[in-house]
């Protein structure tokens, strides 16, 4: 299987090694418990127009406070999650979480929730979307599903057809971290897609190296040229934002507007705020 050949290969074993191993194994044990005893929870990242930083959706990202770990992030136990099938339950926690969360906070914005391609493979996804839909009542428009390049990688028509009925469904897909995977043209073309998010690596070099501007001059224009919405992810500078504002992107996400933030808070103000700056 591709993951087995992209696991390193230890020419000697430290006890660091040792140590990581057992940390994976007692995380993926606790993670399960952690499901089932609703210890993760999500937080809400708005992504906004640029200009006014007037939010249009919110991104759901999950978060794992370990009562005797403390905050694990997600880029350690997403994987986790993968490997033992724990990603299905905990991507329908988010899920579920996220659509009612926002529905109850309004009645325009949107929401984003990622999926890793272990889900969008399970032969039950199809079911899940509609059923959270229904349970959460949210409008299928307002759902936008985030995903990645890496879903096509082991069947690319298999993975297609899976974003069409999706798609059917009515809700919004977008292709997440675009560029620093196997972005490939081919995938612009023949995806059902709405919005692209441009990986918040071309984002960090945007304001010294014309190198990267004239990347990130390229993905705009190309997605534009396309019909689709772009998003740049990752702004934290305000001479990021201006030179994202020169090139025309339209949206953006990053700490410069707001970091992820809990269901109760204000997710509106701030943005708007570091707009006007
Ligand atoms: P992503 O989907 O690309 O999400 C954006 C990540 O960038 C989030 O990291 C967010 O907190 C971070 N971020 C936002 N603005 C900035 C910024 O200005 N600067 C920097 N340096 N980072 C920023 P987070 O929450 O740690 O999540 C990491 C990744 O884990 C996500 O990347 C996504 O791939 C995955 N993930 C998170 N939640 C879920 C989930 O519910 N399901 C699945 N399948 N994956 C998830
Ligand atoms: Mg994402
Ligand atoms: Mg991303
Ligand atoms: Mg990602």
């Avoid at 298999?158 to 043209?185: E, H, M, P």
């Amino acid at each position: 299987e591709a993951k087995e050949g992209g696991k390193r290969r230890f020419a000697v074993f430290t006890p660091a090694m040792r140590d990581s191993i057992v940390r994976r194994h007692d995380l993926k044990e606790e993670l399960a418990e952690a499901i089932s005893n609703r210890d993760l929870m999500v937080q809400y990242q708005p992504i906004v127009d640029i200009q006014t930083g007037e939010a249009i959706s919110v991104e759901a990202l999950v978060r794992w406070n370990h009562s005797d770990r403390g905050r694990i992030p997600p880029m350690e136990f997403i994987p986790l999650a993968e490997d033992t099938g724990l990603i299905v339950p905990l991507g329908r926690y988010v899920l579920e979480e996220a659509c009612a969360s926002v529905v109850q906070r309004s009645h325009t914005l949107q929401v984003q929730v990622n999926l890793s391609a272990i889900e969008l493979e399970h032969p039950d996804l199809i079911q899940t979307i509609t059923d959270v839909l229904e349970r959460t009542g949210i409008a299928p428009g307002r759902l936008v599903l985030e995903v990645t390049e890496t879903l096509l990688v082991k069947d690319a028509e298999r993975g297609a057809a899976t974003l069409q009925q999706l798609r059917d469904l009515g809700v919004q897909l977008a292709l997440d971290d675009f560029g620093t995977g196997y972005s490939s043209l081919s995938y612009l073309r023949n995806l059902p897609l709405d919005t692209l998010k441009i990986a918040r690596e071309f984002v960090e070099g945007l304001a010294f190296s014309d190198h990267d501007a004239a990347f990130v001059r390229l993905i705009v224009g190309l997605a534009k040229t396309v019909g689709l919405k772009v998003v740049a992810e990752g702004i934290e500078t305000r001479a990021q934002l201006d030179m994202l504002r020169e090139i025309g992107c339209d949206l953006g996400q990053g700490y410069y507007f707001a970091a992820p933030m809990d269901v109760d808070a204000d997710w509106e103000s701030a943005p708007v705020a570091a707009a006007l700056v």
